[in-house]
């Protein structure tokens, strides 16, 4: 992929008044004393030129999208959905990253042009991403995630463009600040509390998100869009198709139970395995878990102390599980916690009967109240293990797919792009 460097005139000559504002930002969000040089306070960005549009096109079809990295997790993985698919309509995209990273790279199109703000921590992108507004001057922006949220609005404030800001939350915002894990996480996380109405839109990827921000923000619940995530499209059948191990399509050992996401808290596979050891006592099963994460130990810890560890499978993070998804018997998610669980949606897109957590939120709004699979309360191995036996045991599993097909990109994309769009104020 070829790169090139935004090469720009120091900030210096927009004023010393201005200079000097960006020397204390810097040091309150915490860049490196050595790095206060002019072009790398207002961010000489990199640019992973996906096509030959020119760095500074000034159109008014110029869209942006603003995010962390494409480290892997559901988030990142809509943004570059959303991303492909405002291209493919026609649209100048933007994909601006704080540090350009993560196995979702190669999934970004030639339509699409990825910004490196080249910066391993959020809060550092923020001159950075104020001089890619102040240059670039998008239409509009998209953020994602809460800390991105809050420097995208900051960004936003001191670079005084008309760029229209809306910012997305993919899960509950009560949630992320009780589970901040330092102060620059909390006090991002209550900054964005307090300047979320400073955005032009605001959208939520389900209904109880939206609802638990209405109250925790203080916003108007008439100001939040819900927009359900683009999980479905022609992409995930075409990954879907590809071969898969022998191993995953073999029937010997039983049936083939799945789940998907960060080995984290949040997705509680500690009770997922609990269950599965219950299961295990009934009939014969293997459980695969796909991703990676901080609790990998104590997750093989506990599958050893159940004595199941020989039938549960952490592969870590795999580039293409849909295959593994639409051969298995079963997909689970346990999770404590949620916004919309893409996982849940693309494995029912598979085709893959599912047992789900009643976990705020995404589920019941997906499983419309366990209409399309058991929903179980959180935490609870036992009504797990259940729900598990039960749905392996159904001989004619609800249509799934057909339930699937509501979440797909076109209905998504059409979302997003009557709030960015919007002329409403």
């Given at each position: ?27 309150f ?78 999934e ?35 953020s994602?995630?809460?800390h ?48 979320y ?15 638990d ?115 298995a ?12 669980p ?19 939120s ?11 699979g ?52």
């Amino acid at each position: 992929m070829a790169i090139a460097r935004l090469v720009s005139e120091p900030a210096v000559s927009d004023g010393n008044r201005e200079f000097r504002r960006m020397c204390w930002l810097s040091w309150f969000i915490g860049v490196p004393r050595a790095s206060r040089s002019a072009d790398q306070l207002w961010g000489r960005g990199v640019v992973r030129k996906r096509n030959s549009r020119s760095a500074c096109s000034g159109k008014e079809d110029k869209l942006a999208l603003y995010l962390p990295s494409l480290r892997g997790g559901g988030a990142e993985r809509v943004m570059v959905t959303l991303a492909n698919s405002f291209a493919e309509r026609g649209y100048e995209v933007d994909l601006v990253l704080a540090s350009a990273e993560g196995p979702y790279l190669d999934e970004v199109e030639d339509g699409v042009r990825v910004v490196d703000l080249g910066c391993p921590r959020v809060r550092r992108s923020l001159p950075g991403l104020v001089r890619y507004l102040k240059r670039e001057r998008p239409r509009a922006m998209l953020s994602a995630m809460g800390h991105a949220n809050a420097i995208a609005l900051v960004a936003r404030m001191i670079a005084r463009v008309p760029t229209r800001l809306i910012v997305s939350e993919r899960t509950h915002f009560s949630v992320s600040l009780e589970q901040a894990g330092g102060f620059w996480a909390r006090l991002t996380g209550h900054l964005g509390r307090r300047i979320y109405r400073r955005a032009d839109g605001i959208i939520a990827v389900s209904e109880g998100v939206s609802d638990d921000l209405a109250v925790r923000a203080g916003l108007p619940r008439e100001r939040i869009e819900v927009v359900f995530n683009p999980a479905v499209g022609r992409w995930l059948e075409a990954l879907a198709a590809e071969p898969a191990n022998e191993f995953w399509s073999s029937t010997n050992g039983g049936p083939l139970v799945v789940a998907m996401g960060r080995l984290t808290e949040a997705k509680d596979f500690t009770t997922l395995i609990r269950a599965f050891a219950l299961l295990r006592e009934q009939l014969s099963a293997r459980l695969v878990i796909l991703g990676e994460g901080p609790l990998r130990g104590e997750l093989e810890k506990e599958a050893e102390n159940l004595g199941v560890s020989s039938n549960v499978y952490l592969p870590g993070f795999v580039d293409n599980p849909f295959p593994v998804i639409t051969r298995a018997d079963l997909f689970v998610l346990s999770s404590a916690w949620e916004g919309l669980p893409n996982g849940l949606i693309q494995a029912m897109a598979c085709g893959t009967p599912v047992v789900s957590t009643d976990c705020p939120s995404g589920p019941d709004e997906i499983l419309e109240g366990g209409r399309w699979g058991h929903l179980v309360p959180v935490g609870d191995e036992t009504a797990l293990a259940e729900a598990m036996v039960a749905t392996l045991d159904e001989c004619t599993p609800p249509d799934v797919v057909a339930r699937a097909a509501e979440f797909s990109v076109d209905r998504a994309a059409d979302g997003y792009l009557a709030v960015m769009l919007s002329n409403k104020e």
